[in-house]
């Protein structure tokens, strides 16, 4: 693993030798490696894999313990399944772009805290289904069937909103002081607080109250229906009220031109 140690960097900034005095006695004020800014002075480039999707981003220095690094993050993914007569076609995409400071609060380590923001989140999870005729759905612990000549189906999605804050903890530095030090492999772990995902549930079609079109009627009509399927919605955000803390388990390769 590589460590953020004293000598990181000295071999570029190293006091020169003190120059004689001079006339008057006084040898004149230089320079020396304390005084040197490392604002915007290295740069790096590198991809990392989380569940945030695959990254690619580029890192600069700030200060000789500070680091500033952006990513994009994006992936797709798409799947069909039938379960029970319900038929689903979803895709998952995710598009969002990170921005943190990497802070290394020990001289002689590559451990690191980092404080930053996931904006322009993207992230969803949108879908269709369809429910077979004379098959059965469920909605909050009621039966519903499927019209062979007008069958249920629907569209929906889960959301999350655009800003959030998030925080990892890690090892590895993006942008190492060491001028023979180029290529690292960081690790971070944490988690970005996305908040209560937002789910969409939109039903059409007819159902009826048992099997082979007994007594049915069309969902947008049906009180009943519209209350159950409203319910239902509710326990599918309490259930997915865990990932408010999204997690962010990341690592990768990183270069330092």
Known sequence: MLALDAADGMGEGAAAPAPAAGAGGHAPVLATAGDDSWFFKKFAFGATVSPLGISVGSATSLTRGVNMRVQGNFFNYSF????????????????SIQGQFDWFPFQRSSFHVSPGVLFYNQNEITGNGLV???ESITFNDTDYYSQSTDPLHGTGGVFFRKTSPMLTVGWGNW??????????FPIDVGFAYVGDPKIDITMAGSVCQGAHDFECGPVQTDPSFQSNLNAQIAKYRQDLNVIRFYPVISTGIVYKF
Not at 175 to 184: A, C, F, M, N, S
């Open 80 to 95: 069909n399944q039938s379960i029970s007569g319900v038929n689903f076609d979803a895709t998952a995409s995710l598009r």
């Open 132 to 134: 077979t005729q004379n």
């Open 175 to 184: 942008v190492p002081r060491r001028r023979e030090k180029h290529l690292t």
